[in-house]
């Protein structure tokens, strides 16, 4: 399992506001880290960071080796999956995997089309292949971006909240599905509320604070060990 991605001295401020401070973190191929920490304690931020979406200079962070510094360093290298689903409404379901193949990928359009059917049926909504996003529910939203996602063959996959806009029998579809990729081995980074989703399969979890990371650990030592005021203060007004 090598070192896929490495942190150093990560500072990150908005105009006067540090909301990133001396961040350092390493992330291993095949872990499954989950982000917990208070509204505004630079979740997203570090998040965007990682995936390009925020300038950073090039030394702060490397992905497998390479600075990441644009979305351009990080391109077909993270997946990333939002709480808005961010997903093309005027394409068919199959389409939203379909096009990105074929134009990012050059695919061959018989050659998508299967590997569309292939991740479609994978999260359980093959059966929506001719429909349009908005006719699915949010479940079925979010298990479309993840497959997405996954079509692009990520190294890693970024979950920031996805399941915040969602009820809990739905937000628990979009668990079962991340929880299956993580039992594939498939990296990633969920930033999350939901304490007792991500206990189950999570590798590590990783406490912010103030652009901080104030403690860390298994998920056992995170929730049932970890003697932290800020912590416990935190867990008690989650889940
Ligand atoms: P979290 O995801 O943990 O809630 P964020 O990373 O979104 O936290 O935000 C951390 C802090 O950075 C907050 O104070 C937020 O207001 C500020 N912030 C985030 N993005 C921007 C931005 N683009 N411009 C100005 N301030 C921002
Ligand atoms: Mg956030």
Same mark, same amino acid.
Request: glycine share 6%; proline share 4%; aromatic share 6%.
């Given at each position: 399992?090598?070192?896929?991605?490495?942190?150093?001295?990560?500072?990150?401020?908005?105009?006067?506001?540090?909301?990133?401070?001396?961040?350092?973190?390493?992330?291993?191929?095949?872990?499954?880290?989950?982000?917990?920490?208070?509204?505004?304690?630079?979740?997203?931020?570090?998040?965007?960071?990682?995936?390009?979406?925020?300038?950073?200079? @090039?030394?702060?962070?490397?992905?497998? @080796?390479?600075?990441?510094?644009?979305?351009?360093?990080?391109?077909?290298?993270?997946?990333?999956?939002?709480?808005?689903?961010?997903?093309?409404?005027? #394409?068919?379901?199959?389409?939203?995997?379909?096009?990105?193949?074929?134009?990012?990928?050059?695919?061959?359009?018989?050659?998508? !089309?299967?590997?569309?059917? !292939?991740?479609?049926?994978?999260?359980?909504?093959?059966?929506?292949?001719?429909?349009?996003?908005?006719?699915?529910? @949010?479940?079925?939203?979010?298990?479309?971006?993840?497959?997405?996602?996954?079509?692009?063959?990520?190294?890693?996959?970024? #979950?920031?909240?996805?399941?915040?806009?969602?009820?809990?029998?739905?937000?628990?579809?979009?668990?079962?599905?991340?929880?299956?990729?993580?039992?594939?081995?498939?990296?990633?980074?969920?930033?999350?509320?939901?304490?007792?989703?991500?206990?189950?399969?999570? !590798?590590?979890?990783?406490?912010?604070?103030?652009?901080?990371?104030?403690?860390?650990?298994?998920?056992?030592?995170? #929730?049932?060990?970890?003697?932290?005021?800020?912590?416990?203060?935190?867990?008690?007004?989650?889940?």
């Amino acid at each position: 399992m090598g070192e896929l991605i490495k942190i150093s001295n990560l500072s990150k401020s908005f105009a006067d506001t540090k909301v990133l401070q001396s961040l350092d973190m390493r992330v291993n191929s095949g872990e499954v880290v989950a982000i917990i920490g208070p509204s505004g304690s630079g979740k997203s931020t570090l998040v965007r960071c990682i995936a390009g979406l925020e300038p950073v200079s @090039g030394d702060e962070i490397l992905l497998d @080796g390479e600075a990441v510094v644009n979305t351009a360093s990080t391109h077909g290298k993270v997946g990333m999956v939002f709480q808005n689903f961010n997903l093309f409404p005027h #394409f068919t379901v199959g389409e939203n995997i379909i096009k990105p193949l074929k134009t990012v990928l050059k695919m061959k359009v018989d050659i998508a !089309t299967e590997k569309a059917k !292939t991740l479609l049926d994978k999260v359980h909504i093959l059966d929506k292949f001719d429909q349009y996003p908005n006719s699915l529910s @949010g479940g079925q939203k979010q298990r479309l971006a993840i497959a997405r996602a996954l079509a692009m063959e990520p190294e890693i996959i970024i #979950f920031d909240e996805p399941t915040s806009s969602l009820d809990p029998k739905l937000a628990h579809e979009v668990f079962e599905t991340i929880s299956d990729l993580a039992k594939e081995g498939q990296t990633m980074l969920i930033v999350t509320h939901q304490i007792n989703a991500i206990r189950r399969f999570a !590798t590590r979890v990783v406490f912010l604070n103030k652009g901080k990371i104030e403690v860390e650990g298994t998920p056992d030592y995170i #929730f049932n060990q970890a003697d932290n005021q800020i912590l416990q203060q935190f867990l008690k007004q989650v889940d």
